[in-house]
């Protein structure tokens, strides 16, 4: 019985010839990381430990991101707490205000993740360097620390679910509808403890930013990483991000999967997910009338260039609706910067949007726009837990770029077809 | 090891925004977090729970972010248990690591309601509820984190280990 991508990884790292699922193994880990929530907690855990210098400081990526630049006087001494810490173990990649970005589009942009490594990170959406090829999983403060001194971390080998990719993506079609339509059709339990491995010939139809995308959101379908393989494109933006060696692997013809999807993507439709769950998908077609208060374009899943390219296309020349606050967060600097030099940032501020610093803020409702009670938020971002972004009795629809920006124009739930576009 | 209180029960995909929301996450102090425990599903929880009180639900609790201050709440909150059909693969994780007992057990989730009394043994994975006295078979930990458990959480096993 051979294995999936993901277990040869594992294996790798654990020193095995083979692993099966199930299998308990111990595995050493490439790169560590943790933000300005859940690094407090790892740091005060560490203090636990009789071993107090971290494994590997080029190993380790401190990065606060989530309530930066610093919301109140608490976070403030969380990120102080952070800091200190980077500054004291001699923590290599510890970014502060100015060179922070969003931690799951900074890490790649940096070159610190590629195809073949393990990678754990205290944030949940961590999975997204699948994208690359690597092995990555989100895991809480505890197994972040321990990782963070002991470069080891211990993990059940996951079964795996296959998803076959074929055909192309319409315009204005993109990687959120095809991650969105995976929820909405196996839900967010639906690969629980499990690989997503995504393969066939529609993935070359996808950027590398539909494909972050795509393996952020693999745990809002419970599952521990979503994996792609590695082809040129991939080969190409690591050369062009990274100096480090990399390794591709491919999953053995006779691997076993416990299911496996056949998705054209040439059938997907702008798609949304309605309160309280991203499993509850709808085409935006078949949405109906709902009124918007607020747009957010950015995140960790949607605040990449090619997000704020195809929101910008949108708004060109436009205007969002009266009453609707539109808010554009790109996710690190050199985004922010590109975003500057391509003119977005002067397409989005004359649509009537703002554009804001890097900052997870209003993903978690944490601040930069927070929402009241019954108001409705078309976000890019990818949770619309009761109570996520503000108040409990308010709403979020989980959308692509283009369906946020062409919301935002309208004031109601739609896609740029309804403009015209 | 045995916990013994009244359960609080939820329904499915419980996750760790409602359990503890966002905007208490600037403090990492597990009683200050305990205040606000459940609050967006539950607005009085804090209020009523007692020490040694368990919490059932269905499946994949704790879905969501991989905030390790979800399992504190509960904790700090006084929760003995929690039981569920299923839990999310994260918040299972960090349950084990800062040792709040968690079991799964579908036909417990289905069998248990709000109120009902109820007992774990953990050392067998036995679910009592004397309610309607009836019981139920709990997955019981593999060894491996049996080890953690005991040894008091994943910080001390990981020095014992260092030791041998």
């Not at chain 1, 949304?272 to 950015?298: M, R, Y």
């Not at chain 2, 929301?21 to 403090?27: E, G, K, M, V």
């Not at chain 2, 597990?30 to 040694?52: H, T």
């Amino acid at each position: 019985m051979g294995m999936t991508m993901t277990q040869k990884i594992l294996a790798a790292h654990a020193g095995l010839e083979k692993v099966e699922a199930g299998q308990l193994i111990e595995a050493d880990l490439d790169l560590v990381l943790a933000n300005d929530i859940t690094g407090p907690v790892a740091i005060h855990e560490v203090e636990k430990l009789n071993k107090k210098t971290v494994f590997d400081k080029d190993k380790i990526a401190l990065v606060p991101d989530h309530f930066t630049p610093n919301k109140d006087i608490k976070s403030a001494e969380h990120c102080k707490c952070v800091r200190e810490y980077a500054y004291a173990q001699g923590i290599t990649n510890y970014f502060e205000l100015g060179e922070v970005g969003i931690e799951h589009a900074l890490l790649p942009e940096k070159g610190l993740i590629v195809a073949g490594e393990t990678c754990i990170g205290a944030d949940s959406h961590t999975c997204t360097y699948g994208a690359l090829g690597a092995f990555s999983t989100g895991v809480g403060s505890t197994d972040m620390g321990a990782g963070m001194i002991t470069g080891k971390a211990w993990f059940k080998v996951p079964s795996a679910i296959k998803f076959v990719l074929t055909g192309k993506p319409k315009e204005w079609v993109s990687g959120k509808d095809v991650i969105l339509h995976i929820i909405g059709m196996i839900g967010v339990d639906g690969a629980l403890y499990r690989s997503m491995e995504f393969v066939g010939d529609g993935i070359k139809n996808l950027s590398m930013d539909d494909r972050f995308t795509i393996a952020n959101m693999a745990i809002e379908a419970g599952a521990k990483n979503g994996i792609f393989p590695v082809d040129e494109l991939t080969e190409e933006y690591m050369k062009e991000h990274s100096t480090k060696s990399y390794t591709k692997y491919e999953a053995d013809e006779d691997a076993v999967y416990d299911e496996t999807y056949t998705i054209d993507l040439s059938a997907l439709e702008p798609t949304v997910a309605f309160p309280h769950l991203p499993e509850n998908t709808k085409t935006v077609a078949e949405s109906g009338d709902i009124k918007i208060d607020q747009v957010v374009i950015g995140s960790c899943t949607n605040g990449r260039i090619e997000d704020l390219r195809i929101a910008a296309k949108v708004l060109e020349g436009k205007h969002v609706a009266k009453g609707m606050r539109c808010i554009v967060i790109p996710a690190t600097q050199k985004i922010y910067l590109q975003a500057v030099d391509e003119g977005l940032v002067h397409t989005f501020i004359h649509a009537g949007a703002i554009v804001s610093t890097p900052t997870c803020g209003p993903c978690l409702g944490g601040h930069m726009g927070i929402l009241a009670s019954g108001e409705r938020a078309v976000s890019t971002t990818n949770r619309n837990f009761v109570g996520r972004m503000g108040h409990i009795d308010s709403e979020i629809y989980l959308a692509s770029p283009a369906v946020a920006a062409a919301s935002a124009i309208t004031g109601k739930l739609s896609q740029p077809s309804d403009l015209g576009l | 090891m045995k916990a013994n209180g009244t359960v609080f029960k939820y329904g499915d995909n419980v996750d760790t925004d409602v359990i503890i929301p966002a905007r208490y996450l600037n403090s990492s102090d597990g009683n200050e977090l305990a205040k606000y425990c459940m609050e967006d599903i539950d607005k009085d929880f804090a209020k009523k729970v007692q020490k040694g009180d368990i919490i059932v639900a269905n499946k994949n609790f704790g879905c969501g972010s991989s905030r390790e201050h979800a399992p504190l709440a509960i904790k700090c909150a006084g929760v003995s248990c929690v039981i569920a059909e299923t839990f999310a693969r994260i918040f299972y994780r960090n349950a084990i690591n800062i040792g709040l007992p968690i079991i799964e057990c579908p036909e417990a989730a289905k069998g248990i309601e709000a109120g009902d009394n109820v007992e774990v043994d953990f050392d067998s994975g036995m679910i009592y509820n004397k309610t309607k006295g009836t019981q139920f078979q709990g997955q019981a930990f593999p060894p491996f984190m049996q080890n953690i458990i005991k040894s008091g959480g994943l910080m001390n096993y990981i020095n014992a280990k260092e030791e041998e």
